[in-house]
């Protein structure tokens, strides 16, 4: 086994699984056999939320959101198109901050929507309010 491999945790069953740079893309999990990276944004939740951040090596960028929020909707779709450009070298999440408020006010996050990129389990950039996709994807590729 080569140290290149980067641990990506699984979307479906949680599972971190250590996949060679470049295989991302059609990599399966080692556990439940679905994909490991996918090409849309995933819905994430306080627990699933903490264990993508703290144990995958590839770049999550997040959106703190709120499904009431007009801004937000608007840009949902942005953030998918934004997620299919990216792929796989940076993996995509959403959180809905008024369903998990204790991982909000983790970090802070007064106005949505709001993007934080992770890296390496820590926050490395934050820009508050609505882009379209090409302005995310400027944006994402500037920090990584």
Known sequence: MTTDNR???CPHCGAVNRIHPGREAEAACGKCHAKVFEDHP???VG???DR???K?????LVDFYSPTCGPC????PQFADAA???FPRVRLAKIDTSAEQAVAARYGIRAVP???LFRDGREIARQSGAMNARDIEAWTRQHV
């Not at 995958?56 to 999550?60: D, G, L, N, T």
């Open 84 to 86: 299919k450009t990216l």
């Open 47 to 49: 627990s699933t939320f």
């Open 56 to 60: 995958s090596e590839v770049p999550i």
């Open 52 to 54: 993508h951040i703290a």
């Open 114 to 116: 709001t993007l934080i």
């Open 42 to 44: 995933l819905e994430l």
């Open 7 to 9: 641990l990506i945790v």
């Open 73 to 76: 909707l608007m840009m949902g």
